[in-house]
Structures are given as structure tokens and as C-alpha cells.
T-cell receptor, first 115, second 113 residues
Framework: EAQVTQNPRYLITVTGKKLTVTCSQNMNHEYMSWYRQDPGLGLRQIYYSMNVEVTDKGDVPEGYKVSRKEKRNFPLILESPSPNQTSLYFC??????????????FGDGTRLSIL | KQEVTQIPAALSVPEGENLVLNCSFTDSAIYNLQWFRQDPGKGLTSLLLIQSSQREQTSGRLNASLDKSSGRSTLYIAASQPGDSATYLCAVSRTSGTYKYIFGTGTRLKVLA
């Protein structure tokens, strides 16, 4: 089954403790992206990647890092999490070649609480 | 700076009604516009994607239109059903090649049986 898988689905942690949220897709998509969703603010793009070893900032990259060493994986790293990073996080992927009308596929989300 | 607005924020309708959800954007230089559905506790499911050169797209009971010059898109849902209850989000992508997306805050739809 074609899917985007995020882990963990839920995480409660404390300020300053480094954490990684993993994202994996099995559709051989070139493009992957991370979003955070907050009440009243909608989804905001954190980072995206056009392909292996190619990453770029979205609208809210501060406090986050990403890497794209393999095509299927795009982990989100919080080196020193702070309470304002408490949010619902989504990973998405998309095929960039072929017909231009390719939609994004989303994971089920990771609810992150930082105390 | 591109801003995407969806009004209303919430909507309740009786089953069977035809309804229209609105999405407006401030910068007409978009590459495409996409409508999504989000169920509680779930990710987003893509419903329709309209390229900037297109006027509308249809899928089953759903029809999405795009008027770039006025910065508007509408999602029309025909003969609504309780299973259509969800939050509907629109997103615009910026000019070709960047794949940067701006989302609206969504319309929470409840269809009453």
C-alpha cells in the first residue's frame, strides 16, 4: 500500500532534549516536506526537499533541521526543543516528474508536546 | 506575501444540500491550487488539484473552480452526506519549481443526518 509513515505518532518530552521524528515514503517520490499545524494558523511549511541531498527552508524553519540522505526518508530533527514547538506535525511526499498534476500525499501526523 | 483565507471557518448543513466552500488568495502568481480533506486525528487527503491554466476540476460529487485574476477558488459539494463531515483545506503553490505551499486555515464542515 502506498503510504507516508511518520514515527512516533505521539511524543511528550521536555525542553532541550534532542528528538527526531522520522518520515518514510514507499512511492519513490522525489519531493518531501514537513509542516506544522497550529490552531488558527493552519499548516505552515517547515522544510522541503526536492530530491536526495537537496533541502530548502519553508516559512517556519527556525529551530528545526532536516536531512535527505536517502530518497525514501526525510527525518525532522529538533536539536533543542522548546515549548513553542508543541504542535501537530505532518510529513508529505509528491512525485515531481511526469504529469504536472501530482498531489501531495500526507502521513497521519505526529502530535508533539514539549514541556 | 501570499495569504490564503477560507471563509466560513465552520459550517453545518442538513444532509442532501449542495454547498460551496470558499478559498481566496492575495497573490495571483500561483502554480496550482489544491483542495484537501482532513478527518480528525488523520492526515490530509488530496481531493482536487487545479493547475493555474485550468478553470475547474471535477471528481464525483466534487467540483473545484479557479479564478486566478480575482484570487478565488470554490469547492462545490453536491448532495452532501454525513460522511462528508471533515475539515476542508485549500493550498496554493508558488511559482513553478519551488514547491512551496501556503495553506488556508480550513472550513470545518458538519453534515447533519
Amino acid at each position: 500500500e502506498a503510504q507516508v509513515t511518520q514515527n512516533p505518532r505521539y511524543l511528550i518530552t521536555v525542553t532541550g532534549k534532542k528528538l527526531t521524528v522520522t518520515c518514510s515514503q514507499n512511492m519513490n517520490h522525489e519531493y518531501m516536506s514537513w509542516y506544522r499545524q497550529d490552531p488558527g494558523l493552519g499548516l505552515r511549511q517547515i522544510y522541503y526537499s526536492m530530491n536526495v541531498e537537496v533541502t530548502d527552508k519553508g516559512d517556519v524553519p527556525e529551530g528545526y533541521k532536516v536531512s535527505r540522505k536517502e530518497k525514501r526518508n526525510f527525518p525532522l530533527i529538533l536539536e533543542s526543543p522548546s515549548p513553542n514547538q508543541t504542535s501537530l506535525y505532518f510529513c508529505a511526499s509528491k512525485k515531481t516528474g511526469g504529469p504536472s498534476n501530482q498531489p501531495q500525499h500526507f502521513g497521519d501526523g505526529t502530535r508533539l508536546s514539549i514541556l | 506575501k501570499q495569504e490564503v483565507t477560507q471563509i466560513p471557518a465552520a459550517l453545518s448543513v442538513p444532509e442532501g444540500e449542495n454547498l460551496v466552500l470558499n478559498c481566496s488568495f492575495t497573490d495571483s502568481a500561483i502554480y496550482n491550487l489544491q483542495w484537501f480533506r482532513q478527518d480528525p486525528g488523520k492526515g490530509l487527503t488530496s481531493l482536487l488539484l487545479i493547475q493555474s491554466s485550468q478553470r475547474e476540476q471535477t471528481s464525483g460529487r466534487l467540483n473545484a473552480s479557479l479564478d486566478k485574476s480575482s484570487g478565488r477558488s470554490t469547492l462545490y459539494i453536491a448532495a452532501s452526506q454525513p460522511g462528508d463531515s471533515a475539515t476542508y483545506l485549500c493550498a496554493v503553490s508558488r511559482t513553478s519549481g519551488t514547491y512551496k505551499y501556503i495553506f488556508g486555515t480550513g472550513t470545518r464542515l458538519k453534515v447533519l443526518a
